[in-house]
């Protein structure tokens, strides 16, 4: 049996989906919010120049494990096009809430979500930790589906600066918890981002499928998490079988 003082749930595809989402559409809306503050170019161009820059950030985000935030290559992108503009200009920060608002809206929470929050939110600590390049999204979409209350803690990579795997992330949540690795439980749908990362970092992990992890990909990834659960209803109904909350 698992004893645990916290338990660090993953946000998105483990406790919400995303629902008809398209990631081209953001961009296009993305598009015409510079426009219309000002920044002005052809379609092609600035799509041209925002796939280049994100490309390039995308290496170090993945390779190097440092988040970048999508200020830095939407800016990157506009000065390629010849505007002197830098990621902190307010008239980007209002497009880019432009861009993420699809997404924000198209988020709900998976089955059995909210029950399990509320039942271990009762038991112990608990925190998320979210890889996300724009803080917002995060902390505007806890509000907007009414969870942000059952978090301690809440954990975004730009705000960070690291990304999952990287065990910095997940060492900085266990410090602003007050509990060691070996007495927390982390909840994930990725097999390296959440498994591989929190093993690594001496937590005890539970991979839950989802619309972007199958019980396929953990097979193929090779980790072994100590649980591993279909749905958060499988997840939430057996807590008390395998896991001892400790005060």
């Not at 981002?193 to 989802?210: N, P, R, W």
Request: hydrophobic share 40%; proline share 3%.
């Amino acid at each position: 049996m698992l004893q645990v003082k916290a338990v660090i749930l993953d946000y998105i595809g483990t406790i919400t989906a995303p629902r008809h989402y398209t990631f081209e559409s953001s961009v296009l809306k993305l598009y015409n919010a510079l426009q219309a503050v000002g920044f002005e170019a052809a379609q092609k161009d600035f799509l041209s120049a925002y796939n280049k820059a994100h490309e390039k950030y995308r290496l170090v985000r993945y390779g190097e494990l440092r988040e970048v935030t999508n200020a830095v290559w939407v800016s990157e992108a506009l000065c390629n096009l010849g505007y002197k503009v830098n990621k902190d200009d307010p008239n980007m920060q209002k497009a880019l809430d432009v861009f993420f608002q699809d997404f924000i809206d198209s988020l709900v929470l998976r089955p059995y979500a909210e029950k399990l929050l509320s039942y271990i939110s009762e038991k112990c600590k608990v925190g998320l930790i979210s890889n996300f390049t724009y803080a917002p999204v995060v902390h505007e979409g806890l509000r907007q589906l009414g969870i942000r209350s059952y978090f301690d803690v809440v954990v975004v990579s730009e705000e960070n600066g690291w990304r999952k795997p990287h065990t910095k992330i997940f060492q900085d949540t266990l410090a602003k918890l007050g509990v060691k690795a070996y007495e927390t439980l982390y909840v994930g749908d990725s097999p390296t981002e959440d498994i591989k990362g929190a093993a690594e970092a001496g937590l005890k992990t539970v991979f839950v499928s989802s619309q972007f992890y199958s019980f396929q990909d953990l097979e193929r990834s090779g980790y072994k998490p100590d649980v591993v659960v279909a749905d958060l209803e499988e997840l939430y109904k057996n807590l008390v079988r395998f896991t001892r909350f400790v005060l």
